[in-house]
T-cell receptor, first 116, second 111 residues
Framework: KAGVTQTPRYLIKTRGQQVTLSCSPI?????VSWYQQTPGQGLQFLFE???????NKGNFPGRFSGRQFSNSRSEMNVSTLELGDSALYLC???????????????FGPGTRLTVT | DAKTTQPTSMDCAEGRAANLPCNHS???????VYWYRQIHSQGPQYIIH???NNETNEMASLIITEDRKSSTLILPHATLRDTAVYYC????????????FGAGTRLFVKA
């Protein structure tokens, strides 16, 4: 079974621009979560989507948004990029039926975004 | 939200067991303990999880204390490829994922 895939793997953008990152979950997985990882802050939860609805949200500004499509693929968008947005953005998928707590997440390789 | 406390770093000799502790003293009764690891520049990898009982799979064993306030991840025969950052996580939220990762433990396996 193919794993979680993320595109692109590397990206360089300029301050003020916007960016869209894509995540394809493992086949059959309906939950997709996004994380930001930086050396200073570590792994931080951005948001989770389940059946095209945002189910959980972390503490990030409104410049960070996401969506999920009917095939469970997900995108996240960052508008008005800042230097501090340079990070590894990770996507994770899970079966996660409603109400379940004991399902593991499978992470993709990440997209490394550099903002100059 | 339950939080976890882990040592910043640990060393282990190759071939020996690596025992990684985690404190989660505020864990709720229905929250699970999960362990992930992250090898440099890769996405985190799921290792194991448990609720009350000890668990074992092909990668590791998880020992949870009776009061559930702490746990230990055991890699029975550590190899150089086990060098990574290990995260102990307690599942939070009423549904779905809002996983909070701490700083983790950086495990160095030495030849």
């Amino acid at each position: 079974k193919a794993g979680v895939t993320q595109t692109p793997r590397y990206l360089i953008k300029t301050r003020g621009q916007q960016v869209t990152l894509s995540c394809s979950p493992i086949s059959g997985h309906r939950s997709v979560s996004w994380y930001q990882q930086t050396p200073g802050q570590g792994l931080q939860f951005l948001f989770e989507y389940f059946s095209e609805t945002q189910r959980n949200k972390g503490n990030f500004p409104g410049r960070f948004s996401g969506r999920q499509f009917s095939n469970s693929r997900s995108e996240m968008n960052v508008s008005t990029l800042e230097l501090g947005d340079s990070a590894l953005y990770l996507c994770a998928s899970s079966l996660s039926p409603q109400g379940a707590r004991d399902y593991e997440q499978y992470f993709g390789p990440g997209t490394r975004l550099t903002v100059t | 939200d339950a939080k976890t406390t882990q040592p910043t770093s640990m060393d282990c000799a190759e071939g020996r067991a690596a025992n990684l502790p985690c404190n989660h003293s505020t864990i709720s009764g229905n929250e699970y303990v999960y362990w992930y690891r992250q090898i440099h520049s890769q996405g985190p990898q799921y290792i194991i999880h448990g609720l009350k009982n000890n668990e074992t799979n092909e990668m590791a064993s998880l020992i949870i204390t009776e009061d559930r306030k702490s746990s230990t991840l055991i890699l029975p025969h550590a190899t150089l490829r086990d060098t990574a950052v290990y995260y102990c996580i307690v599942r939070v939220g009423t549904g779905g994922f809002k996983t909070i990762f701490g700083a983790g433990t950086r495990l160095f396996v030495k030849a």
